[in-house]
């Protein structure tokens, strides 16, 4: 897992494979995981999936679906739902059925029903149903500083963070609202 701004903590559990999904890529300096197949495969085999064989439309798919997550954890963050983020969401989990499971601890869980990159995004979407299932979704967010929007793990007491580090995006943005600030009494 990517070292975590604010010196935070990986998510939990398997919010941890939904984090590093999101966070393929910096959106502020690069680079991006999945700007070819070759990236998308090397981003799998290194997250449970070595067998997956990416093609341009898995790769495609994988972008879209990593924005969509980006968009469902800024709303996790307070911004306005994205109808066009849900639909994408729900059209490729159409594509990445999932069943019931027993591991061999007997524990009962989601899986994907296929074993290719398909059933990679399928575990990623497993992991988000149970994440809101046990309550822990909501923690999970997009930073607020529309030039990170790094997924971050919120573990304040009252869900309140909105940066994925005060020391740099908190910063930044309130500065930016200090400015505005002296500039409107000029």
């Known amino acids: 897992m990517t070292r975590q701004p604010g010196d935070r903590a990986a998510a939990p559990g398997g919010l941890t494979l939904v984090q590093s999904f999101v966070n393929s890529i910096n959106v502020e300096f690069g680079p991006d995981e999945f700007a070819t197949t070759e990236g998308l ?3 799998l085999g290194r997250n449970g999936f070595p067998d997956a064989r990416p093609d341009d439309l898995d790769r495609r798919d994988a972008v879209a679906l990593r924005e969509a ?8 963050n307070g911004v306005e739902p994205d109808p066009e983020a849900r639909r994408t969401f729900e059209h490729i989990a159409r594509a990445c059925p999932l069943v019931l499971r027993c591991d061999p601890t007997g524990a009962i869980g989601l899986a994907p029903a296929q074993n290719d990159v398909r059933g990679a995004f399928g575990t990623v979407l497993a992991r988000v ?23 971050f793990y919120d573990r304040s007491r009252n869900r309140a ?6 020391a740099v995006c908190g910063t930044r943005a309130k500065m930016r609202v200090y400015r505005q600030a002296k500039r409107g009494q000029d």
């Open 161 to 166: 963070s909105r940066w994925c580090s005060m």
């Open 129 to 151: 149903a149970e994440a809101t299932v046990d309550g822990s979704w909501q923690r999970l967010k997009a930073c607020q500083e529309h030039r990170c929007e790094w997924a």
């Open 69 to 76: 997550l980006r968009a469902l954890l800024r709303e996790n």
């Open 41 to 43: 495969a090397h981003w």
